[in-house]
């Protein structure tokens, strides 16, 4: 894949997740979705960027498999002019702008795989 990052495949040799494949399976799954998708490292962890801009980090401080759906670092102040509406249910708002998706397992994500690849897509572009 060309938009994978060699940084992030050196981080994800020393990651020690329980969830480790899974990061793994979603994480290319993310890659996949569009080519215009790439990595890199923030947060201590994969984050993936749309025309470069941060969109979409994995937090790996949970036992379970949690991406962070942001519009880059710092929380935008912005609510009367952005608005996503997420017709999958996946996911869990934190503020305005951002929101976490929580997967339990590998199972659960492949069951949830195409809503969440659909998600994705067009939250990089909103």
């Not at 990052?5 to 494949?21: A, G, N």
């Not at 080519?35 to 969109?55: L, M």
Request: aromatic share 8%.
């Amino acid at each position: 894949m060309t938009n994978q990052s060699d940084k992030v495949d050196q981080l994800m040799e020393k990651v020690d997740h329980p969830q480790k494949e899974a990061v793994e399976y979603l994480r290319s799954a993310i890659l996949q979705a569009d080519p215009k998708i790439t990595e890199q490292v923030k947060w201590n962890a994969p984050s993936f960027c749309y025309d470069g801009v941060d969109r979409v980090t994995f937090q790996l401080k949970s036992t379970d498999i949690q991406l962070i759906l942001h519009r880059g670092a710092k929380v935008k102040d912005d609510t009367g002019t952005f608005s996503f509406v997420d017709d999958t249910g996946l996911m869990q708002w934190r503020s305005s702008d951002r929101a976490v998706v929580t997967f339990k397992d590998l199972d659960d994500i492949k069951e949830s795989e195409p809503a969440f690849i659909a998600l994705v897509k067009r939250w990089v572009k909103a």
